[in-house]
């Protein structure tokens, strides 16, 4: 009887699966991700607020070969510095991890800016924002604020970037340095967060996408704004004249494609400088499979993005 339950239950599994890949014929080295999804019902504050608690006592790994790190705080903002070895202070990409701005850095997001800081051949300082779990919206905007003002005189040359979540934060940022006559050279903005509104086809398709969905983001938009009267929709800026040059990067399967596809279509309007990528057979946050062929050959699109930036 077991044995037939087993059974049973393995059939469901491999049919929902299989189900789901053809909905969402991702590539080769990304199917795993296809029958996967954050449960709606966990995420809720302090279930969140545990995961938080589990995340950072997770092992974050050795550092890659020839990279120095130093954690240290800003302003009470935690940071991490990613410098690879003989690498001096000039040029800086200052970045935001992502994770529905709820979530702390995962040790693979850091993995992440040591790669870039490696591949671009430049410092990278992860700042480790308040999550909206205990502090909404403008908490996260306020905390990139006192890592720029502080980075900013020291600096040379300032890329910021930023992956889901954090890529609404770089925009943020990015758009109050302009305004601050604080200049930045480059923003790299990763299947980006950009449009409260979710009004794009692509939210209304993806509702039970991989990875991530439109159910969840409307979630994500709940715990973040709660409360918070301070909110400016980074899709419906209309002064584009201290945006810097632009790198966006979007996930054929996210429900976020088309408000990135939508933004990078805006900038081109205003005559800024962007290079915009739609990855097939993607979903949100496929570049977790760090070793498969797509989040290799995506990973090297944007350190050329910023190897060009600082060159």
């Not at 954090?166 to 950009?194: D, E, H, K």
Request: glycine share 8%; net charge positive.
């Amino acid at each position: 009887m077991v044995l037939i339950l087993v059974c049973l239950l393995v059939a469901i599994i491999v049919v929902y699966a299989t189900l789901r890949m053809r909905r969402y014929p991702l590539d080769r080295g990304l199917r795993i991700l296809a029958p996967l999804s954050y449960p709606l019902f966990l995420v809720r504050r302090p279930v969140l607020r545990f995961a938080n608690s589990v995340i950072r006592h997770m092992p974050g790994g050795k550092p890659l070969e020839g990279m120095e790190v130093r954690r240290g705080d800003i302003d009470g903002v935690k940071v991490t510095l990613y410098r690879p070895e003989g690498v001096g202070d000039g040029d800086i990409l200052v970045y935001f991890h992502g994770g529905g701005f709820f979530l702390e850095a995962a040790p693979y997001l850091r993995r992440k800016c040591m790669r870039y800081a490696l591949g671009a051949g430049i410092p990278v300082l992860a700042v480790d924002y308040r999550t909206s779990d205990r502090f909404p919206w403008p908490a996260q905007l306020e905390d990139a604020v006192k890592v720029l003002t502080h980075v900013a005189p020291k600096a040379k040359r300032i890329a910021i970037g930023g992956d889901s979540a954090g890529g609404m934060i770089a925009q943020s940022l990015a758009t109050w340095a302009g305004r601050n006559g604080i200049a930045i050279g480059f923003l790299m903005l990763v299947y980006p967060v950009l449009d409260r509104r979710m009004e794009t086809a692509s939210m209304k398709d993806f509702t039970h996408s991989p990875a991530w969905n439109s159910r969840l983001s409307r979630r994500m938009w709940s715990i973040l704004l709660s409360g918070s009267s301070a909110f400016e929709n980074p899709a419906e800026l209309d002064d584009f004249s201290h945006q810097p040059t632009t790198y966006i990067e979007a996930a054929r399967f996210d429900c976020l494609r088309d408000e990135a596809l939508v933004f990078a279509s805006r900038l081109e309007e205003h005559h800024v400088s962007v290079e915009c990528h739609l990855v097939e057979g993607a979903c949100h946050g496929y570049d977790v499979l760090e070793s498969s062929r797509t989040a290799r050959t995506m990973l090297a699109q944007r350190i050329e993005a910023l190897k060009k930036a600082f060159s």
